[in-house]
């Protein structure tokens, strides 16, 4: 059996919530549209994250796909990101639709609203994930079969739920506590499921990619393409490498300067080089290796920070209590049948909410200040709950009580 | 006169206590030179207001927070306006024959020595808080420390804004009780803007037309102000009374632990933050509430309970602050006494005829409040000094 790499990117943009005061709760029901001098408004990055980001991405991609009938690639997309470049930039949602029309990418499940709502409430979740079915239906005219949940925070009862949703495969961190003497590069399946089979991010080889590439201060800067193969074809005991990370990953976590660009355009051919290597989505990995254990997972893993859980989420109590209160909302927003309600508390649900209250200021902290358009997690707070207060002024005007 | 701040760029009661007396002094015939360090839209014609330097306000507010002293260490900018301030003031001493300097607060006290030196005039030093005030019980900034021991050593007087500062001053720096005469703060309410018809505060209204009671805070987010003690209070509060809501309006070295501290005690729905506010937003902070808590470790003075009750709003004070010693119609704890803070809370949210008993009493006790008592009370101290050293 030949060796594959599994390259899978993640694409998602949130609603990010303006500096909303409790002055505008009650008054101005839009906690997401910034005024035009706002460089942190969603529009002004979803244009400046198109342009540096998806467009190139994409083009690449495209051509690389077209170019070599071995290479293939996984995406997801969340519905966030769906609705907002349909409104600000048809153009690269365009884009999207060109490079899975190749017939060579697959679309992986996830919650629409890039939620953490699995571990709150399993019918909202179960929603979600109806929603973003639909919505790739309609704009990609694929049903995934493959499911990611956000953040990849992955358990044994997501193995479970998923499994008896009818999921062929999961996608997990390869994190060591998990893993054991093992590694990542095999098939996996999840203890107590039936036909689930569970595909774990190389997350060294991965984060070679995502975080370090650009790195100077990085031992193995710069990374060409020739010695990152070197590195996968050295590999022993292998047969798949699950390269997962961010879509943005290229031109905009990795600036277009580091030469992240022309290293994606070289590692596609250097790999296929060799006869022996190949390229698969994820479905087709299910499909042609063997799985070669069971994987338990009792507490809750992630692909972020040192710790790979939930503490980047909800490792504080502004995290804890700020996620307590959206949720504690569900039947009144769900009861009112208001959907622009329904839609602005999904919205809330982002995960990314959470990840700016975070206060980890340490190695992870760098990451989080780069992400957060809010100069502390307190003002990320404060807008936050603002925008949930301004939640539950509609929910009174519509006569449920608060 | 030396003062650190005016209105409208006061960063908490000294500016308002100075530019106050400064205007029921005028009205009693005292013609006055205040100098501040910086230019000023404040515009009177009950009094001359000297620049130290051309710099407006708006520059220089970053440097010139009269009440950081723990930044007074690292900061140059605090120093070498002090300096320029100094020099100023002694040079204009020496130029006018003026009967009395009177300086306003540690930030005034070198340039207010130096110009004893230069002119020999009597000195009055007025203090509205000391460094352990303004510490929250700690001995706080050494070197601030300093500046204030002398300032109170060389002044042939000093005026204390409540006789808890005085008991205070004494204490903390060895100076004669009979050396200190109190003036209590005041209220105009003439100068106090007024309310319309409509509150910003909308969606706290809405809490309110929804059966929430509403319990706010005004001022500096410091350790001096005591809102750690009011969030775990408030904890209790919420515990009993689930529909209530604290507003904490204003800003400080504080901001992110509150908030922080509020999410860990398990109240961070029920706590509004919104920033620090003046105008309307401010007026209308204290007259959306039900209840002003003003639970400060230590207030020398303490206007702000006054003011919410000139917006209706009646207050819970700390006993630990100057205007306790003048204000009856409110209900009052001591600052450590979480649980009795939280008892009286609830108690006065539970019963309306208590509230509105309290706030017809309060009402007509600061109608009678004027600043002219202290005026009066200001001038006569000048006029045993003059004749003293004349």
Not at chain 1, 8 to 24: D, G, T
Not at chain 1, 54 to 71: C, G, Q, R, V
Not at chain 2, 101 to 126: C, E, G, S, Y
Request: proline letters at 3%.
């Amino acid at each position: 059996m030949k060796k594959s790499i599994i390259l899978y990117l993640h694409a998602h943009q949130p609603y990010r919530v303006k500096n909303y005061s409790i002055f505008e709760v009650g008054k101005n029901h839009d906690y997401f549209s910034c005024d035009d001098s706002d460089s942190n408004g969603n529009q002004k990055i979803i244009d400046k994250v198109s342009e540096k980001s998806y467009l190139p991405t994409n083009k690449k991609l495209i051509h690389l796909l077209n170019s070599y009938p071995d290479f293939k690639v996984s995406l997801s997309i969340t519905g966030t990101l769906i609705t907002e470049l349909e409104e600000w930039a048809p153009d690269v949602l365009q884009s999207f639709v060109d490079l899975v029309n190749t017939g060579k990418v697959e679309i992986v499940a996830e919650t629409y609203h890039h939620s953490l709502a699995f571990f709150y409430s399993l019918q909202e979740f179960e929603i979600q994930v109806r929603m973003h079915r639909e919505k790739i239906e309609s704009v990609f005219g694929q049903t995934p079969k493959v499911f990611r949940n956000t953040e990849l925070a992955y358990n044994n009862d997501l193995a479970i739920w998923a499994d008896k949703a009818g999921y062929k495969g999961l996608l997990a961190e390869g994190w060591d506590k998990v893993l054991g003497w093992r590694n990542s590069n095999h098939l996996y399946k999840p203890i107590n499921t039936q036909n689930v089979k569970l595909l774990m991010k190389n997350y060294k080889l991965s984060d070679d990619i995502a975080f370090r590439f650009g790195n100077r201060n990085w031992s193995e800067w710069p990374l060409t393409a020739d010695k990152y193969i070197n590195w996968i074809n050295d590999s022993q005991d292998s047969e798949i490498f699950n390269l997962f990370m961010d879509y943005e990953t290229f031109g905009e976590h990795q600036w277009e300067d580091t030469g992240i660009f022309d290293f994606l355009e070289n590692m596609v051919p250097i790999w296929l080089k060799d006869s022996n290597n190949t390229f698969m989505t994820v479905s087709e990995a299910i499909d042609n290796y063997e799985v070669v254990d069971a994987i338990d997972v009792p507490e809750t893993i992630t692909w972020a920070d040192t710790e790979r859980d939930l503490s980047a989420w909800l490792g504080n109590a502004m995290q804890q209590q700020a996620i307590k209160a959206i949720y504690s909302l569900s039947s009144k927003i769900l009861g009112t049948d208001d959907w622009s309600l329904i839609e602005d508390w999904r919205r809330l649900q982002t995960s990314d909410h959470f990840y700016y209250m975070c206060t980890k200021y340490f190695n992870d902290g760098d990451i989080h200040a780069y992400f957060s358009p809010y100069k502390t997690p307190y003002d990320a707070t404060i807008n936050f709950m603002n925008a949930w207060h301004d939640l539950r002024f509609r929910l009174n005007e519509k006569g449920v009580e608060i | 006169m030396l003062g650190w701040e005016l209105p409208p760029h006061n960063s908490g009661g000294l500016g308002v206590a100075c530019f106050q007396l400064c205007k029921s002094l005028a009205k009693n015939n005292v013609d006055i030179d205040f100098v501040l360090p910086y230019k000023t839209d404040q515009e009177n014609d009950f009094m001359k207001i000297h620049s130290t330097t051309p710099m407006h306000f708006s520059k220089l507010k970053n440097h010139l927070n009269a009440y950081d002293g723990m930044d007074y260490l690292s900061s140059h900018a605090v120093t070498s306006e002090q300096l320029n301030y100094e020099h100023f003031v002694a040079e204009k001493a020496k130029e006018n024959e003026y009967d009395i300097i009177h300086a306003h607060d540690w930030l005034t006290f070198r340039a207010a020595m130096k110009a004893k030196q230069a002119t020999n005039l009597p000195l009055i030093v007025h203090v509205h808080s000391i460094e352990s005030d303004r510490s929250g019980g700690e001995s706080g900034n050494p070197i601030i420390r300093d500046i204030e021991r002398l300032g109170l050593m060389m002044a042939d007087k000093v005026i204390a804004v409540s006789q808890m500062t005085k008991e205070s001053i004494s204490r903390e720096y060895g100076i004669p009780l009979d050396k200190i005469s109190v003036v209590h703060n005041s209220l105009d309410i003439d100068e106090l803007g007024e309310l319309d018809d409509e509150n910003v505060y909308q969606y706290i209204e809405l809490l309110k037309s929804s059966g929430y009671k509403i319990v706010t805070n005004v001022g500096r987010l410091t350790i001096q102000k005591n809102i750690t003690g009011l969030l775990q209070a408030a904890k209790d509060v919420i515990e009993v009374l689930p529909k209530t809501i604290f507003l904490i309006v204003g800003d400080g070295d504080q901001y992110q632990e509150l908030i922080a501290l509020s999410a860990e005690l398990g109240i961070l729905p029920n706590v509004i933050f919104a920033g620090f506010q003046r105008g309307k937003k401010w007026r209308d902070a204290f007259s959306v509430a039900d209840l002003f808590v003003m639970p400060s470790v230590s207030e020398p003075f303490g206007i702000t309970p006054l003011e919410a009750i000139n917006y209706g709003t009646p207050s819970l004070i700390s006993y630990q602050s100057g205007v306790s010693e003048i204000y009856k119609n409110c209900l009052k704890v001591d600052f450590w006494d979480k649980n009795e803070m939280a008892n009286k809370i609830i108690g006065f949210l539970r019963n309306d005829s208590l509230a509105k008993t309290m706030t017809e009493m309060a009402t007509d006790e600061i109608m009678s409040m004027n600043w002219d008592k202290s005026a009066k009370a200001t001038i006569s101290e000048y006029d045993k000094h003059k004749k003293v050293l004349a």
